[in-house]
Structure formats: structure tokens, C-alpha cells
């Protein structure tokens, strides 16, 4: 049965066309989907009687249920372990910082890129989401923001899995969640996160209404970063740099630069001097995030002193560069944590 929610608006006018119905109706079903978050025929109450059967005939809409849901007691952060129709599994956290509610969402579940320091990782690949599956996770968490009296208010594409590994839905949820008459979410405040798939990076950039691009660089030398990031093996740093200065980034748009500090690894003064030099001319922000080991990690956190010390230098030189708090650490705040936990139980 084909799944109505894994269209776009034109794909749900053919496909009332192929019905013999008028595919204005199109418009009204796409915007009962994506913008009142509606999951069923029924609701759809300005649709008649008689093609609400047609659709529910031939067409169904993506299951998607909480398995799990652990909130923080620290700072509110709240962490979901989503379960589809399949019975896999992923993780989608919403990370609240102040009046800031960012959700993070996943595009695969589990991951083929093999970073040595990611939870994901060791699930190795299953399979990619739908553009239905990725665009539920913010439809769900924004309702349970919504019972408390809040909402999400930035989405990072940054959960299980790499994005750029599942272009084609990815970009499909994109244009849903951008679009005024989809979830009406702000291009400004949605971030697409990769680990350096250079080949598609500027397919992102595509997109009717453009989001914002982060890149993990993790690592300031090709032999490091291949160490950590076999992505590297493919795709090194002065490729994955001179792609990112082709970009056609607009006025005042930044790239993000993340950068996971492992004690010893990649945190020295030379790695922040490598970092300037890799960077030079790019619009970037830096964001130098504390790892949260697991208890089977082969990596420790870098110090806070010395985490301070490595923002310090690059803040000096006039770079934007913020420690991004270990959010949730209580909850298993970092992607894979709780999906590792529940296939032990
Ligand atoms: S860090 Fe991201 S890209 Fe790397 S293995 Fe984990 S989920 Fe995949």
C-alpha cells in the first residue's frame, strides 16, 4: 500500500489525478499531513465522504510510536526512542537550553560512516528513513513540547545516522518542513549536519528556501581524521574544505564547524592552529562539543581547562567558538546511547 505522507504536494496530485479526482484536493490533503499533522482519512473533514474510502482503499500513513521516553532532570532536555511498523528502531532527543528547544533528528537507522567515538556507529547500517519517518519525529515531539505549553524552535539534522547517506529523503522532508503549507518551519532555524559526504553537500544548497550547513571536523590532520572518521579515507580535508568555499552561501550565513574534543587526540594548541589554517576565509562558527563517553568508549573527554584553553586561542583570533554543553548527560544525551541500552535489556 503506498504510504500518502512519503509524498510532496505534486506527488499527491498525480496521485489523485491517477484516481480520476480533481487534483486541486491535493492541496487540502497535503496540508491536513504535514501542517495539522493529521494521520488518518477521517479527520480530513472538508474532504468528502466517498474519496476519504478511495484513499483509505489504496493508500495508508506512516505508524511511528514512542517506545521509550526519558526526560532530564537536570535541564528539562527530553530523549524518545521512536519504534516503526518494522520494529526498527532510532532516537530523537529535543535539547532545551534556555527558551531554546532544539530537536535532534535522526535519517537512518543506525549508520555505515564508522566513527570510532559514536554510540550509532556500533549498530552498524539497517536501513534509511522515509521523508515521512524523519518529518514524524518533529511532528510527535512538537506535540509533546505543545502539552507543556512550549514548542521546537530549531531542528538539527543531526541524530542516528548521516544525512547526506540519505539525499533523497532528506531533502524531500526539507522541502515539507520549510514549506509555509508543510510543518511551516523556518529554513533559518534548521540545520543539516554532515561528516563530510562532499559529493552531496551541495545538493542542500538547492533547495528552494536553504538551511543551514554544519560540518564535524573533529580532527585537524588527514591522519587523524581518517583515524576517527573513515569518511576521510574518501573525502579529505582539503576536499572537504574546497567544496565548502564553492558553496553559494548567502549574506551572513555561517558553517558551522563541530568539533568533538577526545582527550589526546585532538585538542592541543597545534590542533587549534591547524584548525585557522584549515578554516582561513570561510564564514564559519566553531562549536567544540564535550564528548559523553559510554561506558565501552575507547575515548575520554578533553579537560574543561583545556577546552577553554583551545576556544580561548581561536576566540583571540576573532573566531565565533562556543563549548556546546554536554546537554542531558543523564539521559544519554549523545545520539545511539539509548537504542544501545534498550538492544542490551
Ligand atoms: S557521528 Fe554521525 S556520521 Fe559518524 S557514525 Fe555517528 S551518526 Fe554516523
Not at 504510504?3 to 498525480?14: A, F, P, Q, V, Y
Not at 576566540?315 to 556546546?324: A, C, K, L, P
Amino acid at each position: 500500500m503506498i504510504k500518502i505522507d512519503n509524498m510532496s504536494l505534486e506527488e499527491i496530485k498525480e496521485f489523485l489525478k491517477s484516481l480520476g479526482e480533481e487534483s486541486y484536493r491535493g492541496e487540502q490533503i497535503y496540508k491536513w499531513i504535514f501542517s495539522r499533522g493529521v494521520d488518518n482519512f477521517e479527520d480530513m473533514t472538508d474532504i468528502s465522504k466517498s474519496l476519504r474510502g478511495k484513499l483509505s482503499d489504496c493508500s495508508e500513513f506512516t505508524k511511528i510510536e514512542i517506545l521509550e521516553k526519558i526526560e532530564s532532570r537536570k535541564d528539562g532536555s527530553i530523549k524518545a526512542l521512536f519504534s516503526f511498523e518494522d520494529g526498527e528502531k532510532i532516537e530523537t532527543v529535543v535539547l532545551k537550553d534556555g527558551n531554546r528547544n532544539t530537536l535532534c533528528i535522526s535519517t537512518q537507522v543506525g549508520c555505515r560512516m564508522g566513527c570510532s567515538f559514536c554510540s550509532t556507529a556500533k549498530i552498524g547500517f539497517k536501513r534509511d528513513l522515509t521523508s515521512a519517518e524523519i518529518l514524524k519525529q518533529v511532528i510527535v515531539m512538537n506535540r509533546l513540547l505543545e502539552e507543556k505549553g512550549d514548542k521546537v524552535t530549531n531542528i538539527v539534522y543531526m541524530g542516528m545516522g548521516e544525512p547526506l547517506d540519505n539525499i533523497e529523503n532528506v531533502m524531500r522532508s526539507l522541502s515539507i518542513l520549510t514549506d509555509e503549507n508543510g510543518l511551516g518551519f523556518s529554513h533559518r532555524k534548521v540545520t543539516v549536519s554532515t561528516s563530510g559526504r562532499v559529493d552531496n553537500i551541495d545538493k542542500i544548497f538547492s533547495l528552494k528556501k536553504p538551511v543551514n550547513l554544519a560540518v564535524s571536523l573533529n580532527a585537524t590532520t588527514d591522519s587523524t581524521r581518517s583515524e576517527i572518521m573513515p569518511v576521510n579515507r574518501k573525502f579529505g580535508i582539503a576536499e572537504l574544505v574546497g567544496k565548502l568555499r564553492e558553496l553559494p552561501l548567502q549574506k551572513r550565513k555561517r558553517i558551522t564547524i563541530e568539533y568533538v574534543m577526545l582527550r589526546g587526540i585532538n585538542d592541543t594548541i597545534d590542533d587549534a592552529k591547524r584548525i585557522i589554517h584549515i578554516v582561513k576565509g570561510l564564514p564559519v562558527k566553531i562549536n567544540l562539543i564535550l564528548y559523553n563517553p559510554t561506558i565501552d568508549s575507547i575515548y575520554k573527554p578533553s579537560t574543561e581547562e583545556s577546552a577553554l584553553k583551545f576556544q580561548k586561542y581561536l576566540t583571540d583570533r576573532n573566531f565565533t567558538v562556543f563549548i556546546r554543553k554536554s546537554y542531558g548527560s543523564d539521559i544519554d544525551g549523545a545520539c545511539g546511547q539509548l537504542y544501545a541500552k534498550y538492544k542490551k535489556m
